[in-house]
């Protein structure tokens, strides 16, 4: 097996610190960034000089960073891959230039779910019969809540939405939130979409991933360090 010659961990990605020792194995130097870069050229400045790198889901890498990146040639997200649009790397582009990007799925969401779960029993008791709850759950960057459709809902409603980007039309939601007995919950910043929405006594936003429990880190972990290796058996 051919090791990769350089791996930088553009931001924190929740590697466990026995993964990190384990991605180490299969390349001749790994870099592991503990905080968030500033800019696109913060990212360029890290990764100028890899061809490997782990990036997380808030972490947009596009065609600026990419075409500025001449030695890259793999991409782990260390996040969910579903489609290429509503992916933080810019898929199309990558492939077009012959860098490998993989992805990986299902390892959070049992996290959901419980939190869900847990939300509603706190806010319904026993009032369920009263109220329908809609959650969302869509890839990034998908919409589909506007005026009408908030028309249609009306009051006495709870929506959840555990996506990495709001499923709403701003506008729509504040108007519907002025209805009576409606309720907003998601559990991160993204998927609020505007951080003045979390202001309302009816929005509830706990700003940290529902499906990033201790367990969901463990089979993240596995999953990166196998697409790693599977990589690596193709050098």
Known sequence: MKKIRKLTAIQPVHL???????????????VFYDTEP?????????????????VSYNRAIGEEILSAC?????????CSLYSPESS?????????????????RDYGDEGVAEYVISELIR????LLRECDVICSCLSKNVTLLYDKEFEILGGDKVIFNTALSPCFEKCAMEKWLEKENTWYYCDTLMGLGDPKLDQRKNVRCQMHSSGMTSQAVKRLNEKVIDNLKKYCNTL
């Open 70 to 78: 001449p030695d890259l040639k793999y991409i782990g997200m260390c």
């Open 88 to 104: 933080n790397v810019d898929i199309l582009y990558a492939k077009e230039h012959g860098i490998t990007v993989t992805g990986i």
């Open 123 to 126: 806010r319904l008791h026993d």
């Open 38 to 54: 500033e800019s696109d050229r913060d990212v360029i400045c890290r990764i100028q000089d890899s061809d490997a790198v782990f």
């Open 16 to 30: 466990l610190p026995e993964t990190m020792e384990a991605v180490r194995e299969y390349c001749e130097e790994a």
